[in-house]
């Protein structure tokens, strides 16, 4: 199966609420999990698994996969990025850069279709993979970010690799604007213009949140700051509603030739989830407390 064009909006739609909903759970269950970077990001992550990326079908286990141990000799770790689907001239290939998002990207899996919903009871458990900070074993990983802003240049590089190779396949690769802050985001942009990479897309979560507290307050910076940065550095640029699905999906068909393409999404961590707002201004984040707990429960069943 390849997920491109086959939903519809409400299909997407219905997927983002559910995404948001997996992660809440995750988050009461757990106690652990970045819930409002799955409420930022639902809508960008299911348009682009169930509309702007055209993958093969998953070659990850859908139940997850255990931990056998640390690389080495003799070891067989398979890559996260199986779930993805294999890799071929025809396909797309993804990567997702903050390990962050692992609890968004294992929710929006299971809306795809490519891990079973049974396997987000394994969230965080000691043995499997489902980590609350992912790496490239990880469902959906191709890579480790490493130190953050790290894939921006794994993605850059593959991109290149393919455009010499003549492939059809774009790389399409998701960054926080958390990240936007280390310097090497900004070489590997600019070595991307100077290759021509007409090939790379990079949709950035412009949430407002990193783990200091709201972008703005710390640095100045926002949506508008950066979608101005990588046009000067010679990017195609693009500010999108990074909830509305038609906008996001039309963003991809932006003309580039010879050049990446950026699009920034404008989001909420706090979206379909009022109670989170209340936890403004720093939901990099969100713990439960055990006086909250009820409250959170009731509303998980409302949604």
């Not at 802003?149 to 590089?157: D, E, L, R, Y």
């Not at 640095?219 to 940065?229: C, E, K, Q, W």
């Amino acid at each position: 199966m390849v997920c491109k064009s086959l939903y519809s909006n409400e299909d997407i739609r219905k997927a983002a609420h559910n995404v948001r909903k997996h992660a809440l759970r995750i988050t009461i269950n757990d106690g652990s999990g970045y819930v409002g970077q799955a409420c930022s990001s639902a809508e960008i992550l299911t348009t682009l698994y169930m509309r702007v990326m055209k993958l093969g079908e998953s070659l990850g286990n859908p139940d997850g996969e255990q931990f056998h141990g640390v690389p080495g000799p003799g070891m067989d770790i398979k890559s996260g990025g199986l779930y993805n689907g294999p890799v071929a001239d025809e396909y797309d290939r993804f990567f997702m850069s903050p390990p962050q998002y692992g609890t968004a990207l294992y929710s929006v899996l299971v809306e795809c279709g490519r891990l079973n919903e049974e396997a987000l009871s394994n969230f965080n458990k000691d043995n499997w993979l489902l980590e609350v900070i992912a790496s490239e074993h990880a469902p959906g990983f191709e890579t480790s970010a490493g130190s953050l802003g790290q894939t921006i240049s794994v993605a850059g590089g593959t991109a290149h690799a393919r455009k010499l190779k003549g492939e059809k396949g774009r790389v399409v690769i998701f960054d926080s604007d958390g990240e936007l802050e280390e310097g090497q985001i900004w070489e590997a942009v600019q070595t991307a213009v100077f290759h021509e990479l007409d090939n790379l897309i990079i949709y950035v979560d412009a949430n407002g949140q990193q783990c200091e507290g709201e972008m703005k307050g710390i640095l100045g910076m926002n949506a508008d700051s950066f979608a101005d940065r990588f046009k000067a550095f010679g990017a195609v640029t693009v500010i999108v509603d990074g909830h509305d699905i038609s906008a996001l999906a039309s963003a991809a068909e932006t003309p580039h030739p010879g050049k990446p393409l950026v699009v920034v999404c404008r989001t909420d961590c706090a979206k379909d989830i009022p109670l989170l707002g209340r936890k403004r201004p720093n939901l990099h984040q969100v713990s439960i407390s055990k006086d909250e707990l009820e409250e959170f429960e009731a509303f998980y069943a409302l949604m």
